[in-house]
Each structure stands twice: as structure tokens, then as C-alpha cells.
């Protein structure tokens, strides 16, 4: 399983829906193509944290991660967020189960 993980603060006066809409890819069709989840920041309701999990191997990631965004979603993204504080993808090498003890 792997995880891209965003940590964004956006500019003054930007609404979730605005930074959903610089994302997420136009006409899509049905379900977004992966487990995502967009939240804010309680003490910060500029910072947003983006996990997208998707179950392929990381030599798929790149080929998988054309679909989840707009073709032009760094430029639109530019225009509505203040700094980006962590942005990575992630492979799970623990899960909750292994955590038992």
C-alpha cells in the first residue's frame, strides 16, 4: 500500500471547495480512483493534509498517479496555496495488525 501525503496551507480567503477543485480531475466519472482524504488542521483551518492510498507497487506509482489529479494541478495549486510542508509518497512497513503485541 502506498500513501501520497500532502501537508498545505492555503492563501487567505481560499475555500476547501477551491482547493478541491485545482485538484481533483475534471468530468470525472463515478468513484475518485483511489482511497483519499482531505482534512484541516484543527488549530489552523488554512492547513489541509492530503493522504491518497493506492494498492499498487511503487514502480505503478507514477503510471497509477496520472489519474488522480488535473493535468495542470501544480499550476492551480501555485495560485491557491501559501507553502506546501510535506509532500512524499509513502509504503506501508507496518499495518495495525503487526502493531499487536
Known amino acids: ?10 492563501n487567505p480567503g481560499v ?7 485545482a485538484w481533483v480531475p475534471e468530468g470525472m466519472e463515478g468513484a475518485y480512483p483511489a482511497r483519499a482524504r482531505v482534512a484541516r ?3 489552523n ?3 489541509v493534509i492530503t493522504i491518497i492510498e493506492l494498492d ?8 497509477a498517479s496520472a489519474s488522480l489529479t488535473r ?5 492551480r495549486l501555485a495560485e491557491i496555496v ?5 509532500e512524499g ?5 507496518f499495518d495495525e495488525a503487526s502493531l499487536s503485541c
Open 82 to 86: 501559501d507553502t506546501t510542508e510535506l
Open 89 to 93: 509518497v509513502y509504503e506501508d512497513i
Open 41 to 43: 488542521n484543527v488549530a
Open 71 to 75: 493535468p495542470d494541478a501544480i499550476q
Open 1 to 10: 500500500m502506498l500513501r501520497a501525503v500532502f501537508a498545505r496551507t492555503l
Open 56 to 63: 499498487v507497487p511503487a514502480a505503478e506509482f507514477k503510471a
Open 15 to 21: 475555500t476547501y471547495e477551491q482547493f478541491k477543485e
Open 45 to 47: 483551518d488554512r492547513q
